[in-house]
């Protein structure tokens, strides 16, 4: 097992000095989420769970669409990975995601799981105004919010080459103006998730007292710093504060890999190519359900490549990159082939994903028994970038709390912020509405 290298921060100079510099150090502070726990074998009831995973570019909608009813439907080609969990799922058609600020596939990515706009910004898309992030949060972290406190980490935001901190490249907002970047490396994520309840009981004593300590000094310091700054960079350090008290609260927590999880080596290193593209995927499924079943998190997110991905899906064959193909006309009958088989390559993965959460038996059923998961995209038809009937798969009843084996179906237009709502109702958060009040008209009959 490789241990996780020694972090070194440097918090001298002057208060000033802090804001414009040391700031910068502080980016290091996730290490500290590997420095520090308690011993303890107390393991709390099994909560529920919620997983997301993105797919990027549209789908090719007559191959995505199932046929028959609500409850005798016939998995499409697109979805026929997921024949085994049929009895499993629950699909929605007729959704439409609204949007506003950026391009299409800018709004798409921002407002996916936040149902809001863009706000102003400097990211420059096709044919609209430059636009920034969300102006507000998205459905796993108000789930994380509800549900996320009994675990070390809230939320764990996993990516696999998700390139740039753009708007095209982050789906996760912790609140208005504030994305949340994903983890890309495995190795690195089996270090801050797991590396710390690796250590001997006098290492996790010494890095413990030492983070701590950190905390400490740095949350003094920019007490101290609040009345000498203007109001944006005062915002900036509450922001900061936030985030030290979370890494405060994991140093309560993060104490342990439960005795039912035997972890196992060190993810290898693996380069950041295109052929590596699934392999990576697999390590980062794999730390997914591990972390949930080790209760290090109740809520996870899966973000395969990035809106405008060009991934090419050469182990299918296919040598043009994702995003050429999704905008090729649908006469194009082999760009419309390998379309259905990259989304079909996509399906399998989240097929892998419910596999995995099955085999992992806990207090009352499995893992995936347990939990809500969705497979979304940031788009409905790539080629004219189009939120229009919107691809929205549901996996898992949370505990009995969602009917499953179910195809639903709604009137055209129906806004997608309606089954976001729905999303946190089936985990027993009774919120009103989600998103931008206007685009949301209350949770989707008959899903819950």
Same mark, same amino acid.
């Given at each position: 097992m490789t241990r996780p290298q020694r972090a070194h921060y440097g918090l001298r100079g002057t208060r000033r000095n802090l804001l414009r510099g040391t700031l910068a150090a502080l980016v290091g502070l996730p290490w500290l989420e590997s420095f520090a726990a308690r011993e303890s074998k107390a393991q709390a009831p099994a909560p529920r769970r919620f997983v997301a995973m993105f797919s990027a570019n549209g789908t090719i909608y007559d191959q995505w669409l199932p046929n028959g009813g609500e409850k005798d439907f016939e998995l499409s080609p697109i979805l026929l990975p997921l024949s085994a969990h049929q009895g499993d799922l629950v699909i929605v058609e007729g959704l439409t995601q609204k949007g506003a600020g950026g391009d299409g596939h800018q709004n798409g990515m921002g407002g996916m799981l936040t149902g809001a706009e863009l706000l102003p910004g400097r990211f420059a898309g096709q044919g609209s105004a430059p636009a920034g992030w969300s102006e507000g949060p998205s459905v796993d972290q108000r789930i994380a919010q509800a549900i996320g406190g009994s675990a070390p980490f809230r939320s764990l935001e996993l990516g696999v080459q998700t390139g740039a901190a753009d708007n095209?490249?982050?789906?996760?907002?912790?609140?208005?103006?504030? %994305?949340?970047?994903?983890?890309?490396?495995?190795?690195?994520?089996?270090?801050?998730?797991?590396?710390?309840?690796?250590?001997? %009981?006098?290492?996790?004593?010494?890095?413990?007292?030492?983070?701590? $300590?950190?905390?400490?000094?740095?949350?003094?310091?920019?007490?101290?710093?609040? =009345?000498?700054?203007?109001? $944006?960079?005062?915002?900036?350090?509450e922001m900061h504060l936030t985030y030290l008290r979370e890494v405060e609260r994991r140093l309560e927590q993060q104490s342990r890999v439960t005795d039912e999880c035997a972890l196992p080596e060190r993810p290898p290193r693996l380069e950041s190519t295109n052929d590596a593209f699934p392999a990576t995927g697999e390590l980062m499924l794999d730390l997914l359900v591990l972390a949930l079943a080790c209760q290090r998190t109740n809520v996870a997110t899966l973000q395969w490549s990035r809106s405008v991905s060009s991934v090419r899906f050469t182990w299918l064959?296919?040598?043009?990159?994702?995003?050429?193909?999704?905008?090729?006309?649908?006469?194009?009958?082999?760009?419309? =082939?390998?379309?259905?088989?990259?989304?079909?390559?996509?399906?399998?993965?989240?097929?892998?994903?419910?596999?995995?959460?099955?085999?992992?038996?806990?207090?009352?059923? =499995?893992?995936?028994?347990?939990?809500?998961?969705?497979?979304?995209?940031?788009?409905?038809?790539?080629?004219?970038?189009?939120?229009?009937?919107?691809p929205y798969v549901i996996a898992g009843s949370a505990g009995g709390a969602l009917g499953t084996g179910r195809l639903l179906r709604y009137p055209e237009g129906t806004p997608h912020n309606n089954l976001l709502l729905s999303l946190l109702h089936a985990l027993g958060i009774e919120d009103s509405s989600f998103g931008k009040p206007e685009w949301c008209t209350g949770p989707l009959d008959g899903f819950v």
């Open positions: 095209w490249g982050r789906m996760c907002y912790a609140g208005r103006n504030q %994305p949340l970047a994903p983890r890309e490396n495995p190795g690195n994520v089996f270090d801050d998730v797991f590396g710390f309840a690796l250590l001997g %009981p006098e290492e996790q004593a010494r890095r413990r007292a030492r983070a701590e $300590s950190i905390l400490d000094y740095v949350g003094s310091e920019f007490e101290g710093l609040a =009345s000498e700054v203007s109001a $944006s960079d005062k915002q900036r350090l064959g296919i040598d043009r990159g994702h995003h050429e193909l999704s905008h090729l006309p649908d006469a194009d009958d082999q760009a419309q =082939s390998e379309l259905t088989r990259i989304n079909s390559w996509y399906a399998e993965r989240f097929a892998g994903l419910i596999d995995r959460m099955k085999r992992y038996e806990i207090e009352d059923g =499995s893992l995936f028994d347990h939990s809500l998961l969705l497979w979304s995209n940031e788009l409905g038809k790539g080629n004219v970038h189009s939120r229009e009937r919107a």
